[in-house]
């Protein structure tokens, strides 16, 4: 039998917790044996939910948080303050390595800000990133870094390549995955100035497959694999993949509302169409996991529902079997003894 | 009669020059009696296109220029060396004052160089921002700066503002333009360096009405209407949108080809669904003008058509009727003398 991987769920957050959350992890146990998920949060409400199925008991296991993080709190004071919340129980049980990883639809600050102060940073790296997967024409792409650490500099940059690499490597199944670096053209001289130092450092690094730059408007296409870029950067990238999807959807069924002619043919063509933009929805990839750190915490989005949530916890699987954080330790600690 | 507006129009430049160019000039000179188009560029090939048509020949006339510079070269440069090229001569000819402005859908760093070194920025004004208009749910933005002076500083930013809402004011008729900064987070402690130290100072100018930080997902929404963000993010938000909406509507397409239900369902939305896709094209509202310079200079999309570039001319005569850079002149002084 393989290696069970354990995994905290914060049973608390999200738009649809602790329901879907609950959902999610006894779908998820239901397919991988090898894995055992903690319920973090309000027991009453959990064991609520939990009577609705029918499982194996050992593979979840509730565990007793009262407080909850809401979104709009000021993510370091909610993490100082609220020690007996799901967020901090979880990422504490990580921590004590009585969890493989922790997965959260919660507040998104308060998650960054946990991952780095309580499960803390592997020896070595000097950011944690937050890398979600985003859809493009050929498949998805890592966006390394989208987290809450702006104004990083080239070494990090370098750093966020290796790690992003090592991930879509080995939990993505990419081989040997491109690495571009986000740029306003493809020259190498084009950039600001963070692009313009990180460039060479990348040019040289013989562990990745770097391809150079790669402009926003060539993300979706899917030219590289890994899309390594700055946070500010990271996260307008991300937010406006959602922004610009949302409304030219919107566009779409109202184009296909304006006569009746286009009306039954939206009828003709919404299952099709369905199938296809589902390809094109991020929320269909898992969670975004925040690499770097002692332990695994991923963040999924906040209107994640059981599948999502399901999907996120099989990701922690392959990252425990794939031994990821080993593998960014030789990575890392290669570089520092170079 | 009111006052004729002077407009060198590079006849080379583009995809599909001279042919879409010189129609683009024919059209807009039927559509407005006080324009005059001068077509710069080689004239036998200009005279060619122009004996198509019948058209007042008093409001177009060729102005030759043998050399034409090409997209891919260095753009420094390229000015430099071809003295005749139709971007230096045309620009040259907004220096003298015998055009109000020029028009180019050339190379776009050629354009950007040109702009500051041949025709110069007013004085006062720090940068010139290229500001294109991106498609929102609610009509258009302007997003500013697009350009290649990337790194700007919190000055640079607060310029851009006050002349986005003169942009968007006087050329497209936005009374009191709502103007927000690109940032991470909707709170004013979110964002790195540079949006820290430019919001209050944002919040202070009186002139402009500013409500505060934009996130990249609300852009396409139309929360503002004028965008103000550093080159380097500017550039990501114009080149994703673009990416995104292509793929976007690559999949839609698709989608109603896997069955032949949704084929049916496909030839009966297409009419209605052509129409809607055109309003989020942004090539559909005129080409993005370079801002604060001693005259106006506009590029359009590479792949620009007569109808793009008819657009383009009649905004240039609207820019000059409002008299849009007296305003930037006299707000920019006004914050010099305070």
């Known amino acids: 039998?393989?290696?069970?991987?354990?995994?905290?769920?914060?049973?608390?957050?999200?738009?649809?917790?602790?329901?879907?959350?609950?959902?999610?992890?006894?779908d998820a146990i239901q397919k991988e044996s090898a894995m055992k998920v903690f319920l973090v949060?309000?027991?009453d409400k959990i064991n609520e939910e939990l009577e609705k199925y029918q499982y194996n008991k050992?593979?979840?296991?509730?565990?007793?948080?009262?407080?909850?993080?809401?979104?709009a709190e000021?993510?370091?004071?909610?993490?100082?303050?609220?020690?007996?919340?799901?967020?901090v129980v979880g990422m504490k049980m990580v921590k004590e390595g009585k969890a493989d990883?922790?997965?959260?639809?919660?507040s998104s600050g308060a998650i960054l800000v946990g991952g780095q102060v309580i499960v803390g940073r592997i020896k070595g790296v000097d950011r944690a990133p937050l890398a979600p997967l985003v859809p493009t024409e050929k498949g998805v792409s890592l966006l390394i870094d989208c987290g809450a650490n702006v104004d990083a500099r080239p070494a990090h940059l370098v750093q966020f390549a290796k790690i992003g690499s090592i991930y879509m490597e080995h939990v993505m199944g990419v081989k040997n995955p491109k690495v571009g670096i986000v740029n306003i053209g493809a020259e190498e001289e084009?950039?600001?100035?963070?692009?313009?130092e990180t460039f060479p450092l990348l040019k040289e690094e013989k562990s990745i497959n770097f391809t150079g730059s790669v402009e926003a408007r060539e993300i979706p296409h899917g030219q590289v694999d890994v899309v390594v870029c700055e946070a500010f950067a990271g996260n307008i990238i991300l937010k406006l993949y959602e922004g610009v999807g949302a409304v030219l959807i919107k566009k779409v069924k109202e184009g296909m509302m304006t006569s009746l002619r286009s009306k039954i043919g939206a009828l003709l063509i919404k299952p099709a169409l369905k199938a296809t933009l589902k390809s094109f929805d991020a929320s269909e990839y898992g969670g975004a996991p925040l690499l770097g750190l002692n332990g695994l915490?991923?963040?999924t989005h906040g209107s994640s529902k059981a599948k999502e949530v399901s999907n996120t916890l099989a990701q922690c699987v392959t990252f425990k079997k794939q031994k990821i954080n080993e593998k960014i330790k030789a990575s890392i600690q290669k570089e520092e003894t170079n």
Do not use: C, H, W
């Open 74 to 87: 000021p993510p370091v004071s909610a993490i100082r303050k609220k020690k007996d919340s799901s967020i």
């Open 190 to 196: 084009k950039g600001n100035a963070l692009v313009k």
């Open 41 to 43: 949060g309000q027991e």
């Open 101 to 106: 990883a922790f997965v959260s639809a919660g």
């Open 58 to 71: 050992e593979q979840i296991e509730v565990v007793p948080a009262s407080e909850v993080i809401e979104t």
């Open 297 to 299: 915490v991923v963040k």
């Open 1 to 26: 039998m393989s290696e069970i991987t354990n995994i905290a769920l914060d049973a608390m957050g999200g738009d649809y917790a602790p329901v879907e959350m609950v959902k999610g992890a006894v």
